[in-house]
């Protein structure tokens, strides 16, 4: 039944492909970390350690350029504040604004923000933080400065290729932190996220993104609680979940209509994309390839996913720098 499944949606995209549909290629990354011992890699020889341009990123995502360069979009879960120095790891991160940038520059267009982390600097880390953004005309989303600047950007959409595509993000909580006012870090909330889902389709995207940060740490399956959440989003109005936090990477179901096509797809944890944390599989994260489609009389589908495994190098003798290697690479 899964054979047959299987060449039924290989035979779909061919036919979507021969009928000249657009389609949209968006690639997902998990966790962007930054530990005390990546700020020491990075510092450049003899550069001080509060100038944000004493800290070089180039290899971070510089084995992932064949990737890349296969998609259309590029989003990631970036877990740092870009607070004013002193710069730091666990558990309060801060990092230069560098690490964005260079990261920007490696040809990741979106960041997602709401993480259980952003609140590591409180008010001023905060406010700090979407300057960096702002400043550096950077794509993100999850964090507002204040409930007016939510309405207005929330949800992010996105304009490309002729797609409409709505991104919204949340997090679980924000590490007990109080997220200082005015400003608005979106939490995982039922009737702010069927709120938020309504004012979205009212806006007529083509897809709808749900990104959460959510689950449990270093469980390498989803969790019922993550279920729950998944299946209320949908039924609100939602296309795709792609998760994060667990910094391993988790199962992920693609649900499919009686027809045959593709409904749903939930990543439930992509793992990290590169840090410094040594608990068991946390070297390994997962990037995932969201195809979506769309025809000249409005037809629109969501293709079989694809995931490929990542590795996180750390510095060795002959290689300063942090780096993150794929098998496409290879």
Known sequence: ?????????????????????????????????????????????????????????????????????????????????????????????????????????????????????????GKRGLEETMDVYDSLRVLYTGIYRNQQNELEKNPLVVEIKGFRIAFLNYTYATNGIPVPQPFVVKLIDTASIRADLKRTREKNPDFIIVCLHWGEEYVLKHSASQERIEKFIYANGADVIIGSHPHVVQ?????????????????????????????PNTRTGMVAEIVLSKDSEGNKRILAPTVEYIWTTRPKLFKKNFSIISKSEN
């Open 1 to 121: 039944m899964r054979l047959a499944i299987l060449i039924y949606l290989q035979l779909m995209a061919a036919n979507i492909l021969a009928n000249n549909a657009d389609t949209l290629k968006l690639l997902f990354l998990g966790d962007i970390m930054q530990h005390q011992a990546q700020l020491d890699a990075a510092r450049i020889k003899g550069g001080k350690t509060d100038d944000p341009n004493s800290y070089d990123y180039t290899s971070y995502f510089q084995n992932l350029k064949t990737r890349f360069s296969k998609v259309d979009m590029r989003i990631a879960n970036m877990e740092t504040t870009f607070a004013k120095p002193p710069y730091s790891g666990y558990p309060h991160f801060c990092s230069p604004s560098t690490l964005l940038s260079w990261s920007r520059k490696a040809g990741i267009d979106m960041f997602l923000a709401a993480n259980n982390h952003i609140c590591d600097k």
């Open 251 to 279: 199962d992920y179901n693609v649900e499919y209509g009686i027809n045959g096509e593709i409904n749903h797809v939930t990543i439930y944890s992509l793992g990290n994309a590169i840090s410094n944390m040594t608990a």
